[in-house]
């Protein structure tokens, strides 16, 4: 099978930093763009950060000159490099990716199944 798991998440007070790290594994032919996005209680879901397999990225505006995002392809790795956390960080923070199978021919889009990142005042 081919799926996504993030790990690095947990509780950090406020001005602290964490790294996500979310590693796509199976029979992966190639991968696209990765992003991270979060999910907080009773919101919706929004992109965190995003990089394409150049290593072009996007950010969010509220998590600009605060988070990192990078890839290392040969593990087929992407990161997230959290700093100067805030209480708004807090979310549950999935890791999305686009990724072609070998034996397929189309790319798919994949969710991993979330950490929490928990950030205290």
């Known amino acids: 099978q081919v799926q996504l798991v993030e790990s690095g998440g947990g509780l950090v007070q406020a001005g602290g930093s964490l790294r996500l790290s979310c590693t796509a594994s199976g029979s992966i032919f190639s991968i696209d763009v990765m992003g991270w996005y979060r999910q907080a209680p009773g919101k919706q879901r929004e992109l965190v950060a995003r990089i394409t397999s150049g290593g072009s990225t996007n950010y969010a505006e509220s998590v600009k000159g605060r988070f990192t995002i990078s890839r290392d392809n040969a593990k087929n790795t992407v990161y997230l490099q959290m700093n100067s956390l805030k209480p708004e960080d807090t979310a549950v923070y999935y890791c999305?990716?686009?990724?072609?199978?070998?034996?397929?021919?189309?790319?798919?889009?994949?969710w991993g199944q979330g950490t929490q990142v928990t950030v205290s005042s």
């Open positions: 999305n990716a686009d990724m072609a199978r070998y034996r397929l021919s189309v790319y798919n889009n994949y």
